[in-house]
């Protein structure tokens, strides 16, 4: 199969394309480099045909799909702060992007599988989060994501292109950037236990997350592009299967992962975090077969290791 894979050069796309090429895939990779970093992690995979180029650009999206099977389409604008700030911005990258990505898609005869996020859910009362509840998102990322899934819906009703929106949820693991301003949790813990730095906890470190290690997200992809027909158009949770973690619980697993517990220095908690994350799996698993395999404390070993092996 011929995949093209957006945002190629960023945490999830990069282990998209490890995966395919693994398989004997012929890999398309699209991304303007402006957060992934290409020489990082695409190093290892040298027969990705990394495309530059930007989603607002059609015909540039076009030209990438040209001949592709399927699209994984991850290619976005994710910080939640920065989409308060940037509204137009986030709008025109993973709305208009998401548009000329179903465009090519219906060109080129592709299936679509869409990066989502359990940030389109809000605040809710119940849980575990089904799909089947009221959207209720918070801030601009969050109603791009939601537009981009009904925009995904849209095209197999109108078009017949099939499309699944995968909703994920704290998705962790190797090659996940811990340098950015907006970096999540779990590679900030890793790296201050392996430097011996403080690890900062917004709040009281009790709010719970549905953490997905990133080899679960991979297969997640994988079912989705091949999606029967009863999951066309459909958003599927892509959560990790069992019960979620406290941050408070986390830190305790990186720092024996790390074999050091450096003290956390507590601040307010940031605006807008909710207090609960926990995925409900069920649909993914009956309609795709989903198995998430990871458990949480093997899933930072994992990620321990490898930040170890790396900065040693
Ligand atoms: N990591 C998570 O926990 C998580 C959770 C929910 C949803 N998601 C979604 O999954 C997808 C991948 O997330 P990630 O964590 O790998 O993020 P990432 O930032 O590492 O990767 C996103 C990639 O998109 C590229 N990109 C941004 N704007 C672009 C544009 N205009 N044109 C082309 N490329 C552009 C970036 O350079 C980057 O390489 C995103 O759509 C994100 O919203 C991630």
Request: proline share 6%; hydrophobic share 45%; aromatic share 8%.
């Amino acid at each position: 199969m011929r995949l093209l894979v957006t945002g190629a050069a960023g945490f999830i796309g990069s282990h998209l394309c490890r995966r395919l090429v693994a398989e004997g895939h012929e890999v398309v990779g699209f991304d303007d480099l402006s957060e992934g970093n290409a020489q990082v992690n695409l190093a290892d995979v040298p027969e990705v045909k990394l495309v530059a180029g930007d989603l607002r650009d059609a015909e540039a999206v076009a030209a990438a799909a040209t001949g592709c099977d399927a699209i994984l389409h991850h290619a976005a604008r994710k910080s939640v702060p920065r989409s308060v700030r940037e509204p137009e911005a986030f709008v025109e990258v993973n709305v208009r992007g998401t548009l000329n990505v179903l465009l090519a898609a219906r060109e080129a005869g592709a299936s679509v599988v869409f990066a989502s996020s359990s940030s389109v859910y809000g605040d809710q009362e119940v849980y575990p989060l089904s799909e089947s509840f009221e959207p209720r998102p918070r801030s601009p990322y969050a109603a791009t994501k939601l537009a981009g899934e009904a925009l995904m819906r849209s095209w197999w009703h109108s078009y017949g292109v099939p499309t699944v929106s995968l909703r994920y949820f704290n998705v962790y693991g190797p090659f996940q950037d811990p340098a950015s301003e907006y970096a999540a949790v779990i590679p900030r813990f890793v790296t201050a236990c392996l430097t011996g730095s403080t690890p900062v906890i917004y709040g009281d470190g009790e709010q719970a997350r549905d953490f997905t290690f990133i080899d679960d997200v991979v297969e997640a992809n994988l079912l989705a592009a091949r999606a029967p027909q009863a999951a066309r158009g459909l958003v599927l949770n892509a959560g990790g299967g069992r019960e979620p973690t406290t941050v408070n619980e986390l830190l305790a697993l990186v720092a024996v992962a790390a074999g050091n517990a450096p003290e956390p220095r507590f601040e307010p908690a940031r605006e807008g975090d909710i207090r609960r994350s926990h995925a409900d799996i069920s649909l993914a698993r009956e309609l795709l077969g989903y198995d998430p395999k990871v458990a949480i404390d093997e899933g930072v070993r994992r990620t321990v290791d490898w930040s170890a092996a790396r900065a040693g």
